[in-house]
């Protein structure tokens, strides 16, 4: 499975923006899916996960959604922080995340990223 990251860039505080993810080759429907950020100097921390029954879970002010006719996850940002600056990472892990947003190191397969940067 490739995953391809879009729809980051620039916006104030208090916008909003909405990242995407695309599985380019192969499908989703069976893994756990997730957003992962680091921000500039600190560790990578999840922030996002839907699991393979549907069930998500969220860490703060975002919504995490899936298409699977689309082969797509979305991450719905609103009232950005400065704080929410970071790269951005969708990832895959084959097992099921119920319990919560797995821990980074946790994840197989990761997309290249995108950069949000909140001012």
């Known amino acids: 499975v490739q995953l391809v990251e879009s729809g980051g860039g620039s916006a104030q505080a208090g916008g909003s923006l909405r990242l995407s993810c695309a599985a380019r080759?192969?499908?989703?429907?069976?893994?756990?899916m997730g957003w992962i950020r680091q921000a500039p100097g600190k560790e990578r921390e999840g922030v996002a996960s839907?699991?393979?029954l549907g069930t998500t879970s969220v860490a703060g002010r975002f919504t995490i959604s899936k298409d699977n006719t689309k082969n797509t996850l979305y991450l719905q940002m609103n009232s950005l922080k400065p704080e929410d600056t970071a790269m951005y990472y969708c990832?895959?892990?084959?097992?099921?995340?119920?319990?919560?947003?797995?821990?980074?190191?946790?994840?197989?397969?990761w997309g290249q990223g995108t950069q949000v940067t909140v001012s």
């Open positions: 990832a895959i892990v084959w097992r099921s995340c119920s319990g919560g947003v797995p821990a980074p190191q946790a994840f197989d397969i």
């Open positions: 080759t192969g499908t989703f429907r069976s893994a756990c």
């Open positions: 839907f699991d393979t």
